[in-house]
């Protein structure tokens, strides 16, 4: 079977995006414990890989600069906002040329691997407006690495993959529910509380997606049943 | 004056670009400790950044798979190579996307502290052949950060610079023997030994510059110097 690297974050997004790939490739999957706020993501990532019986890899790296909000804890998450605003203007949360990083070293492994794709989670539509999550910049990248690589100049170049892009989180999560995705083991809360905090973008954009998909988020009641005891 | 971020990997076509670089900008230096086979050249790089005055930042990073012989120990370098058969092929030294991750951990350093370019000493010319070195990728790179970045998108994108990349070694060396490029602290060799072992690509190349420079290597008189005690 084909391989493809799949980037995963511990979100939904990225959860529903490993079992579509699973469809047609045999997943490697890659994990980045990058400096963000907390760990817990990187945890369920590494469980919801394991569900999938996909071997994964945790890279930690360092950023050379933490000025945005989710790498540095004294800069405050942005709350409350509207989701219908969330994709017009660049939020706090925006750490520098992440995706690009991540693509970079994903790209690298599947050529060490063989792998023919590499697929990540992307979404740009409710989206908190980052523009290393637009069609744009997928398809310049896309370029790049048709131009920079030996897969690339050989003409069998490794392509980024991006299944979600275009759905809203309600069409992901109804996609994601035909596929199994065990959305239970999924955590997208910005911060690393013991529940989510329902109130940071990736909470609100979560709970609304749910909400016009018809489903209970599974997640939220497992927290609740860990809280309870 | 305007900043910049100058990859400096220890050998003389990066010394020589952040030579360049300084005529114009503030350099911030950037450097790689990826597992490469030796430290040597890090150790160089550093040296060079300190006798430019320039800050650097010295980034350790892991590479996912190991699959070329500048990471591989058990991978044998390509030795004796002719210089005019080197760009027509990629080499085992061919490191999978090494360029596409430098390039973006220096664009996401660029953002951080406001700088306005990176500059990098590619060179297409008299080169080993990497696909990540050549004109087209970094036009395709370019694109990607435009498209990608906050920057980017605010019309302020941050622009990878080689201004080095279609010029001769011997060119190359001349222009920094008029900046005064201290090349006496370069280090160009694959390996780590004592000396340069004269026999890989990249000291088969710097040989052959120096030679057509019509000038003496002042880092081989060193190394000799060092030898004798």
């Known amino acids: 079977m084909k391989r ?10 990225s959860a529903t995006t490993l079992w579509i790939a ?22 369920h990532a590494k469980k919801i890989a394991a569900e999938a019986k996909c071997v994964y890899k945790v890279m ?7 000025t945005d909000s989710l790498t ?12 219908k605003n969330m994709g017009k203007s660049i939020p706090a949360t925006y750490v520098p040329a992440r995706n690009i990083i991540f693509l970079s ?11 023919e794709a590499v697929f990540i989670g992307a979404n740009a539509v409710d989206f908190s407006g980052y523009p290393d999550c637009t069609p744009g910049f ?14 690339g100049v050989n003409s069998k170049s490794i392509i980024i993959k991006t299944p979600i892009i275009n759905k809203t989180k309600a069409e992901i999560i109804r996609i994601g529910r035909k596929l199994k995705v065990p959305y239970e083991l999924t955590w997208s809360c ?3 509380g013991v ?15 749910f909400k016009k998909a018809g489903m209970k988020d599974p997640a939220a009641s497992r927290s609740q049943r860990t809280e309870r005891g």
Chains 1, 2 share one sequence.
């Open 4 to 13: 493809a690297i799949v980037l995963l974050s511990g979100g939904l997004d």
């Open 22 to 43: 699973k469809k047609h490739y045999k997943p490697l999957c890659l994990i980045f414990d990058y400096g963000q706020r907390h760990k817990k993501e990187v945890n």
């Open 60 to 66: 930690k790296i360092g950023l050379p600069g933490k």
């Open 72 to 83: 540095n804890l004294s800069k405050p998450l942005p709350v409350n906002r509207l989701t």
């Open 105 to 115: 070293f994903a790209v690298s492994y599947a050529e060490t691997v063989n792998a």
């Open 138 to 151: 997928f398809r310049a990248f896309n370029r790049a690495i048709e131009k920079g690589t030996k897969s």
């Open 190 to 192: 910005y911060r690393g």
């Open 195 to 209: 529940k989510p905090c329902g109130k940071c973008d990736s909470c609100l954009l979560r709970a609304e997606g």
